[in-house]
């Protein structure tokens, strides 16, 4: 893809929806962090089933201690690896209570000191809670950016190197957004919809497939 094309691609893409966010429900930058912890290799659909069930009860650090790590598992035990999440997360809410007064960190280095919290969570809590231009490469970012042509790379951090450098900086913020919910809904895996995509016209992928 030319800039030009990507310019384009964007644009049409904000047009359709102005404010794209994540699909994680959250009220607070702590309840981000464990909300995008928790949704490694689970569906943000069952993230959320678990925390409506969970923030009521324990939404700051001080109340995920609380519940410990046996009883932190008793309401994420729905998702998968969940023995380890719990883990995680309270010893995330100990050294948010030792080192940063319980509050999330808005630096990456600390964010990624944290168990369980690797670049593309922090990138997810830098884009979503600060307002950061990062891009939280996941699958479906990794094939939207190879098979459009947009950023090829071999690696997620190629690929998200790729990204910065190529998308034009007035879409940076929202961009992570919009290319998830567009790899999620319209440029699928197997079988993407590229007779209903719109914009289609600016993607180099040639393999395009028809209507149903």
Known sequence: MTRDQI????????AANPAPTT???????????????????????????????????ANTPQKMMALGQEGLER????????HSKARHLVQTCELLMKHHQGRVPRDRAALEALPGVGRKTANVVLNCAFGEPTMAVDTHIFRLANRTG??????????????????????LVDAHHWLI???????????PKCWQCSVARYCDFRDKTPGP
């Open 7 to 14: 310019r384009a691609f964007f644009a049409t893409l904000k």
């Open 23 to 57: 699909e994680l429900e959250y009220t607070s930058v702590f309840e981000l962090l464990v909300a995008v912890l928790l949704s490694a290799q689970a569906t943000d659909v069952s993230v959320n089933k678990v925390t409506r069930r969970l923030f009521p009860v």
């Open 75 to 82: 309401y994420i035990k729905s998702i998968g690896l969940y």
């Open 150 to 171: 947009m950023a090829p790379g071999k690696t997620p951090l190629e690929v998200e190197r790729n990204l910065l450098r190529r998308i034009p900086p007035e879409y």
């Open 181 to 191: 919910l567009h790899g999620r809904y319209v440029c699928l895996a197997r079988t």
